[in-house]
Nanobody
Framework: AVQLAESGGGSVQAGGSLRLSCTVS????????MCWFRQTPGKQREAVAG????????HYAPSVMGRFTISPDNANNTLYLQMTDLKPEDTGVYYC????????????????????WGQGTQVTVSS
């Protein structure tokens, strides 16, 4: 079975940086459209960055444009999310998701477009 495993979350002060990793096991990530989502209490899961793992252009939510960078690592079957200039409103649980049917088109699809999910990693940004 294909599994996604996130790591790299933690607690930082505003202005700090974190890098999240999502390792794909059980299949090659190059077959998938992939996306990072985040969820805060009381809100819907929000797509923040997505792409085709096999060379697609990245897409970002306006709230993270210029601060977050999504990038694939083919050699390690891993997707990264580099987050800089973090703000308290970036706090949430970050999930890695994969779309094996191409529904998202490599962009920021709704959560229903993604059929594979990791367990999530907590990011907390204090002011």
């Amino acid at each position: 079975a294909v599994q996604l495993a996130e790591s790299g979350g933690g607690s930082v002060q505003a202005g700090g940086s974190l890098r999240l990793s999502c390792t794909v096991s059980g299949d090659t990530a190059r077959k998938y459209c992939m996306c990072w989502f985040r969820q805060t209490p009381g809100k819907q899961r929000e797509a923040v960055a997505g792409l085709y793992f096999d060379g697609g252009s990245p897409h970002y939510a306006p709230s993270v444009m210029g601060r977050f960078t999504i990038s694939p690592d083919n050699a390690n079957n891993t997707l990264y999310l580099q987050m800089t200039d973090l703000k308290p409103e970036d706090t949430g649980v970050y999930y890695c998701a994969a779309d094996s049917f191409g529904l998202s088109g490599g962009k920021l699809g709704p959560a229903n477009d993604y059929n594979l999910w990791g367990q999530g990693t907590q990011v907390t940004v204090s002011s």
